[in-house]
């Protein structure tokens, strides 16, 4: 759906590049989380892929056509300003009544319309940014750190929102998270980041890399733990038939 090769952004400083020959690809109906610490360069590969960003070296290459829905970082809505969801939803590209009504229901928050964006709490705000991703029947999903702001419960059940949105729409699902506990359960294949692809698989494999645990420590540890807990004793996520071998790097 998407492949980049060999990407290097450095935005305004050339000697201080942001990412440095970075590979990435995606799948149909594969959900790819990428992760990596502050200043990783997350956000950019995100902004690169979606030909937000200029590239300084390499080139990305999208399918023909390719619809893409966007969730993304950060949404300032003006809170002196009236704005019911409805009329959210049909920002910037007008939808009717019934396929407005159908996403929200979709993304567990029927019946919203009426309320003002700046009433809802942050659960009920992701989930309205996720129906409106959804109305352009996105090929493509990217979530750029959907659940900033949520509290753990709401993380998880965000992310088996975007689990069911996969198995309902057949969409592919590009995140950038941070929560790493979350994404060993969410995720098909990880992608570890600092500047440079650090390392790249399943989630188990990612996980027990030494690059992973260079660059998260203890938190580390516990991804793993919870990952082969999960595994032994939890048999209802079965990876829909991607199958990725380990492409690890140490860090440098």
Do not use: W
């Not at 959900?31 to 030909?51: D, E, F, H, Q, Y």
């Not at 409805?86 to 309320?115: H, I, K, M, Q």
């Not at 516990?222 to 807990?229: F, N, Q, S």
């Amino acid at each position: 759906m998407i492949r980049a090769t060999d990407l290097t952004v450095s935005h305004a400083e050339p000697d201080r590049p942001v990412l440095s020959h970075v590979d990435f690809h995606i799948a149909p109906a594969e959900i790819v989380t990428v992760v990596g610490p502050n200043g990783s360069g997350k956000s950019t590969l995100v902004r690169a892929l979606l030909g937000h960003v200029a590239l300084d070296a390499g080139r990305v290459e999208r399918a023909p056509g390719l619809r893409i829905g966007y969730v993304p970082q950060r949404v300032h809505v003006e809170r002196s300003m009236p704005m019911t969801v409805r009329r959210f939803l049909s920002l910037p590209r007008r939808v009717g009544n019934a396929d407005a009504a159908a996403a929200l229901a979709r993304t567990g928050v029927p019946g919203l319309e009426g309320r003002q964006i700046t009433a809802l709490s942050g659960g009920q705000f992701q989930r309205v940014l996720l129906a409106r991703a959804l109305l352009g029947d996105p090929q493509l999903l990217v979530l750029d750190e959907p659940t900033q702001g949520l509290d753990q419960p709401g993380i998880v059940a965000f992310y088996k929102l975007i689990e069911e949105v996969r198995a309902e729409t057949g969409a592919a699902i590009l995140m950038v998270s941070h929560d790493l506990l979350v994404v060993m359960r969410a995720s098909d294949r990880v992608v570890c980041l600092n500047g440079h692809v650090c390392c790249e698989g399943t989630p188990q494999v990612v996980s027990a890399a030494p690059a992973y645990r260079a660059l998260f420590g203890a938190e580390a540890q516990g991804t793993l733990a919870l990952y082969r807990h999960h595994h032994d004793h939890d048999h209802d996520h079965v990876a829909q038939g991607h199958h990725h071998g380990p492409r690890c790097a140490q860090d440098h």
